[in-house]
């Protein structure tokens, strides 16, 4: 819970305000200063409520198994959809799947109850060895300069979702990008990039350019294609490797749900070779 320092009663007939809503505070007469007290004690303890931890989020990786996720974290499918040309053009939200506090997520390709882990991966004696990079993001990735904008891309990361591709390819683009109808597109491709392969990097601050992403993991679904893609972890979810390892904390990661990646826990674009369903 936040200290409530500032939290101070108001002067007659002033309103406060407080991180999740706002409370009338008229202090005159016993009265009005018990319907004053009554109320700042109910909206503290509404905010009490919403700032308890609902759980440890993250995404530990076992050995030779599932994905175990915590925290509640949320689940539903995205799926690509392409331009007239086919090319990925945007993201839709399919509807929500139940999501328990605590749940498994198959990770051997094998389960018969996709998304969720039904212990296959011990009867195809699945091997689920973590070869992924652990060096940050920022050691992995390639520079490219433009006039406005700056592009980093650490290619081994990559999910085949496409992204890239439109309107001349963003390795193209970011030459442009002192033409803002140019930068708009590049910003746009480059943050539906699900992996985080690719981030725009604002050359003037310094600072990346990342659109805020809810709390979640999506299912993609690649129509285009024909295949089901990799989990999509969004909003900054922590993954621990089998060892105990935390991989770098990222807006944007996708972990292989297929089993034939060769870049574990991490896709690699494999479930397109491999023509996987869920």
Request: proline share 7%; hydrophobic share 35%.
């Amino acid at each position: 819970m936040q200290t409530t320092e500032h939290k101070t009663f108001a002067k007659p007939d002033e309103t406060r305000e407080f991180p999740h809503g706002r409370a009338e505070i008229p202090l005159r007469g016993s009265l009005s200063l018990a319907r004053a007290w009554f109320n700042l004690v109910a909206l503290l303890r509404k905010e009490t409520a919403m700032s308890k931890p609902k759980g440890e989020v993250r995404v530990v990786v076992t050995k030779d198994g599932p994905y175990l996720v915590t925290g509640g974290v949320p689940l539903a499918k995205q799926t690509i959809v392409a331009d007239r040309e086919g090319g990925s053009e945007e993201w839709k939200e399919g509807e929500a799947l139940e999501a328990k506090e605590s749940y498994a997520l198959c990770r051997c390709g094998h389960s018969s109850t996709k998304p969720f882990c039904d212990g296959t991966h011990k009867k195809v004696g699945f091997v689920g060895t973590e070869t992924a990079s652990r060096e940050p993001y920022e050691k992995q990735a390639q520079v490219m300069e433009g006039p406005a904008m700056a592009l980093t891309d650490a290619e081994a990361l990559c999910a085949f979702a496409r992204f890239c591709d439109p309107n001349g390819k963003v390795w193209n683009q970011v030459a442009d990008t002192d033409d803002a109808k140019v930068r708009k597109l590049f910003v746009r491709q480059v943050n539906n990039c699900p992996s985080g392969r690719l981030v725009a990097w604002d050359r003037e601050s310094g600072k990346p350019i990342e659109h805020p992403l809810p709390v979640s993991i999506g299912l993609i679904e690649d129509p285009p294609e024909g295949v089901s893609g990799p989990l999509w972890l969004r909003g900054g979810i922590p993954v621990v490797s089998a060892d105990g390892h935390a991989y770098q904390v990222r807006n944007r990661v996708t972990l292989c749900r297929c089993g034939a990646s060769k870049n574990k826990p991490f896709c690699d674009g494999s479930h397109a070779s491999i023509g996987f369903r869920a």
